[in-house]
T-cell receptor
Framework: GENVEQHPSTLSVQEGDSAVIKCTYS??????FPWYKQELGKGPQLIID?????GEKKDQRIAVTLNKTAKHFSLHITETQPEDSAVYFC?????????????FGTGTRLQVTL | DTEVTQTPKHLVMGMTNKKSLKCEQH?????MYWYKQKAKKPPELMFV???????INESVPSRFSPECPNSSLLNLHLHALQPEDSALYLC????????????????FGPGTRLTVT
């Protein structure tokens, strides 16, 4: 099955700096890669995603890049703000043939300090 | 609107109790999911319903029993749980296609924090 590795496990940046979180996946058939933000006591919130026919996608301060050859994708957050502090999960879609199934990375705890 | 609602928010139950978790979405999604999340870990898939039929059971113990009464509702019935089952239980939904390989965004609810005493 699919295996997703995520690094770093914790990341501390100063407000206004950029943050980068990296993930690798194992199944070359995976074709959809979402990123979720989870704040304390809440469910994961989809913040951005990318499909395998696209190399980069941007939404305001958030961008995701995908390298299919190397099987890795990254989340970039620019001009970080304290409200960006949360746990971020990457995921890869594995085709089961009957329903969509996501495999999650282990998570990155991002702390944005003033 | 991408809202998935879950009730209750918190649940404390003894090992001999029977309780149910409820999930609802009104986005017209035809796939619904139950995940279990332990502290500082990613969500782990438990069950997937596609067009109201159970399509994936990730070898979950029988003390967890899912039910999909209609396309908007998903229940998780709990019976004779163990303390190690204490976790955040998340429901999610997505559009679904019968075409294999199609992927759609999954939207999560806020979860039910379950404590088994």
């Amino acid at each position: 099955g699919e295996n997703v590795e995520q690094h770093p496990s914790t990341l501390s940046v100063q407000e206004g700096d950029s943050a980068v979180i990296k993930c690798t996946y194992s199944d070359s058939a995976s074709n959809y890669f979402p990123w979720y933000k989870q704040e304390l006591g809440k469910g994961p919130q989809l913040i951005i995603d990318i499909r395998s026919n696209v190399g980069e996608k941007k939404d305001q301060r958030i961008a995701v890049t995908l390298n299919k050859t190397a099987k890795h994708f990254s989340l970039h957050i620019t001009e970080t703000q304290p409200e960006d502090s949360a746990v971020y999960f990457c995921a890869a879609f594995a085709n089961t043939g009957t329903a969509s199934k996501l495999t999650f990375g282990t998570g990155t705890r991002l702390q944005v300090t003033l | 609107d991408t809202e998935v609602t879950q009730t209750p928010k918190h649940l404390v139950m003894g090992m001999t109790n029977k309780k149910s978790l409820k999930c609802e979405q009104h986005m017209g999604h035809r796939a619904m999911y139950w995940y279990k999340q332990k502290a500082k870990k990613p969500p782990e898939l438990m069950f997937v319903y596609s067009y109201e039929k159970l399509s994936i059971n990730e070898s979950v113990p029988s003390r967890f029993s899912p039910e999909c009464p209609n396309s908007s509702l998903l229940n998780l019935h709990l019976h004779a749980l163990q303390p190690e089952d204490s976790a955040l239980y998340l429901c999610a939904s997505s559009q679904e296609s019968l075409t294999s390989g199609t992927s759609y965004e999954q939207y999560f609810g806020p979860g039910t924090r379950l404590t088994v005493t």
